[in-house]
């Protein structure tokens, strides 16, 4: 069946300093989402990326997904402590949503 | 504001009784699903429904049970059959098509004793 990997499961970081998480399907997506969790709170949907080597941008945060449709990167230009806590890629083929463990990211002020 | 609830936010459950966690949405979407939470790892599907009076198992349905008798509401029943059932319960809802955004419940956090 279809599995998404997502690493790595944690990140500790400096204020300022940039993070990636990584997230990688074993099968073509139709689409992928993502999603962060703050510290005792629950997902929250953040952005849906479906088209092959799409690239999106919010603010700090850059959204990839590759050419393959096989993966998927999100990256945060200096964090900062407000973006402390998980973040989930899900993605999607056919009627299959799977999502991966997450990253925890927590930032040192 | 539309949104989704759970209630309790935390309970606390004797081994070996059943338990029923309540999601009400007024989002009036299509599907509602379950997941289960456990520390250090993703949410895991336990049912999911995409229409009223119908549903359908997820990945780790043994010890849970559903019903989808109005299209607000979809609860989930934890019962005696489930070995490990402390968890962080999440109930999700969306819209139908190809590519639904999930609005997630603020969750329920279930201690078994």
């Known amino acids: 069946g279809q599995q998404v990997m997502q690493i790595p499961q944690y990140q500790h970081v400096q204020e300022g300093e940039d993070f990636t998480t990584y997230c990688n399907s074993s099968?073509?997506?139709?689409?992928i989402q993502w999603y962060k969790q703050r510290p005792g709170g629950h997902p929250v949907f953040l952005i849906q990326l479906v088209k092959s080597g799409e690239v999106k941008k919010q603010k700090r945060l850059t959204f990839q997904f590759g050419e393959a449709k096989k993966n998927s990167s999100l990256h945060i230009t200096a964090t900062q402590t407000t973006d402390v806590g998980t973040y989930f890629c899900a993605g999607r083929n056919n009627n299959d949503m799977r999502f991966g463990a997450g990253t925890r990211l927590t930032v040192k002020p | 504001d539309g949104g989704i609830t759970q209630s309790p936010k935390y309970l606390f459950r004797k081994e070996g009784q059943n338990v029923t966690l309540s999601c009400e949405q007024n989002l009036n979407h299509d599907a509602m699903y379950w997941y289960r939470q456990d520390p250090g790892q993703g949410l895991r599907l336990i049912y999911y429904?995409?229409?009223?009076?119908?549903?359908q198992k997820g990945d780790i349905a043994e010890g849970y049970s559903v019903s989808r008798e109005k299209k607000e509401s979809f609860p989930l029943t934890v019962t005696s059959a489930q070995k490990n059932p402390t968890a962080f319960y999440l109930c999700a809802s969306s819209r139908g098509g190809q590519s639904p955004r999930y609005t997630f419940g603020s969750g329920t956090r279930l201690t078994v004793v």
């Open positions: 099968t073509t997506l139709s689409n």
């Open positions: 429904s995409q229409i009223v009076n119908d549903f």
